[in-house]
């Protein structure tokens, strides 16, 4: 039986999240490649490989900088009020609980490792995630914490010079900026990746709220790409969905 | 045990179908990114969101914040980039225009024409600070000129002066700010850059300097300073990037 599994607010603000992540992305890369480096003028910056080096355009949103920075601090407004909403909501509701780290998290990773990578027969047994999403459910707010925090940094380097200075002055902040939406950029990629090779269940389940448990990965078994692997005996029966 | 139906159908929704929405939902959003600019429509929005945000920058703002250098950081020296819209290096041409002068006028009490040598005649600081370019880099470098409070007091500079324009040579640049930006201690007409006088690549005789706005603001080639009870806008923020450009 399919049953309620995503709260409205949870479903609304994830797909509002989508536009807003692709979009700010889209458009920091576009401002990003008006200097695509780090390193302040006559000087060089140790940490980033690829100094001026643009990205490639068709990740760019916004068209020019001006365009792109409209959007830009346009819709920063919208990720910070959808992600506190979220926040709000996951911690008043008690959704929370379902993806802070407990003990054994860490062994359970790897015991998900081991079943991805064809070591381990059986799926692991999970509560409403597994622990490899757990950590990616709990790491992304502080990503875009730290997506927000330095991104103000850099737009007011005088203003809230303490803040610009806390990521280590305006170069530091700029570079932590991009680093956090790399994190941001390489979890949301797995993410969908995931869904679509392993839970594709969990995509309606985002838009209804509903998931019928009989076909979560666990049930089925699944590791990514599962059903183009040759059918095999399985090794024990799935537990029955109570 | 097992239907195969339940496979397909999830919400009410079949796999054909559901593969035909998302399908669609994604082509859309493809095709809006790779639209570069944005649906035409958001334009509105994102002129809204510029007023709020002027709003909130303005609000944010305090005199008492000053720029430093952070402790280590180099000169830019000539890694300094030129930027001028005309289209060759704007040098004021003396046989043709005369001796060059600033013209200070608008809501003052007492309207003025500045020479070079009236400018360093005048109260003189030099100002080691950071450059923030809209295209992200910085740059640090020593600026040498008259604070932009002593210009003020100078010509009596009116109560109902809410803006400043600061107009040049360079074809039609121009830049108007708020007089409060204006008026923050670290906001020079500057003749001096790394202890030497002003070069042409740079804004020659004379430009304003503040670290407190965007590259772009700090209009070069000065010619004329008008305080203004309304905003003017500027060469770029009429051309979309955003008027207030504060830091």
């Known amino acids: 039986m399919a049953k309620k599994r995503h709260h409205w607010i ?47 355009a068709w990740l760019t949103f916004g068209g020019w900088l001006a365009g792109a920075r409209n959007w830009h601090f346009a819709m920063m407004w919208v990720l910070v009020v959808n992600g506190l909403i979220y926040l709000a909501f996951v911690y008043l509701h008690g959704e929370w609980r379902d993806l802070v780290p407990r003990k054994g998290d860490i ?6 490792l081991k079943f991805y990578t064809f070591r381990r027969k059986d799926h692991p047994h999970q509560g409403k995630h597994n622990a490899l999403q757990k950590a990616t459910y709990f790491t992304l707010p502080f990503a875009g914490l730290l997506a927000v925090l330095t991104g103000i940094a850099i ?28 994190v941001i950029v390489v979890l949301s990629v797995v993410h969908v ?47 029955e969905a109570t | 045990m097992t239907e195969p139906r339940k496979f397909l159908t999830i919400g009410g ?38 007023r709020k945000n002027l709003g909130v920058e303005r609000a944010l703002f305090r005199h008492t914040a000053i720029d430093k250098v952070q402790a280590g950081a180099h000169d830019a020296g000539n890694k300094l980039p030129s930027y001028f819209v005309s289209p060759t290096v704007p ?29 360093q005649r005048l109260p003189r600081v030099s100002n080691r600070v ?27 500079a009116l109560p109902d002066a ?25 906001t020079v007409v500057a003749y001096g850059l790394d202890g030497k006088m002003l070069e042409p690549a740079h804004g020659a005789p004379a430009r304003v300097y503040s670290p407190i706005k965007l590259g772009y603001k700090n209009t070069k080639y000065l010619t004329k300073i008008v305080f203004l009870p309304k905003m003017n806008g500027g060469y770029w923020s009429d051309r979309g990037y955003e008027w207030y450009g504060g830091v």
């Not at chain 2, 990114?33 to 002129?47: F, H, I, Q, V």
């Open chain 1, 155 to 182: 737009w007011k380097p005088v203003q809230l010079s303490w803040l610009t200075a806390l990521f280590g002055g305006y170069v530091w902040a700029r570079y932590w900026h991009f680093i956090a939406m790399v």
């Open chain 2, 91 to 119: 040098v004021w041409d003396e046989t043709a225009r005369g001796k060059w002068a600033l013209e200070v006028s608008g809501l003052v009490g007492k309207p003025m024409r500045l020479s070079l040598d009236d400018l």
């Open chain 2, 13 to 50: 929704i079949d796999r054909r179908e559901f593969l035909a929405i998302g399908g669609g939902v994604f082509s859309a959003a493809f095709l809006a990114a790779c639209d570069s600019s944005g649906p035409k429509s958001a334009e509105k929005l994102l002129r809204y969101a510029e």
């Open chain 1, 10 to 56: 949870v479903r609304v603000t994830h797909w509002v999240n989508v536009v807003a992540i692709i979009i700010m992305v889209g458009s920091g890369l576009q401002i990003f490649n008006a200097y695509p480096a780090f390193a302040r003028k006559g000087e060089l910056f140790c940490c980033y490989p690829f100094e001026h080096k643009p990205v490639p």
């Open chain 1, 193 to 239: 990746f995931m869904v679509f090779a392993v839970d594709p269940y969990s995509l309606p389940s985002m838009i209804t709220g509903n998931y019928d448990e009989k076909l979560s990965p666990e049930a089925r078994n699944a590791r990514p790409f599962y059903h183009l692997f040759p059918r095999r005996a399985r090794p024990t029966p799935p537990p």
């Open chain 2, 130 to 156: 950071n450059h923030y370019c809209v295209e992200g880099w910085t740059a640090v470098e020593t600026w040498t000129g008259v604070p932009f409070t002593e210009l003020a007091k100078l010509v009596g």
């Open chain 1, 107 to 112: 062994r359970d990773s790897w015991q998900m």
């Open chain 2, 162 to 186: 809410h803006y400043v324009d600061f107009q040049s040579f360079d074809d039609d640049y121009h830049e108007s700010w708020d007089i409060e930006s204006a008026m923050h201690p670290q």
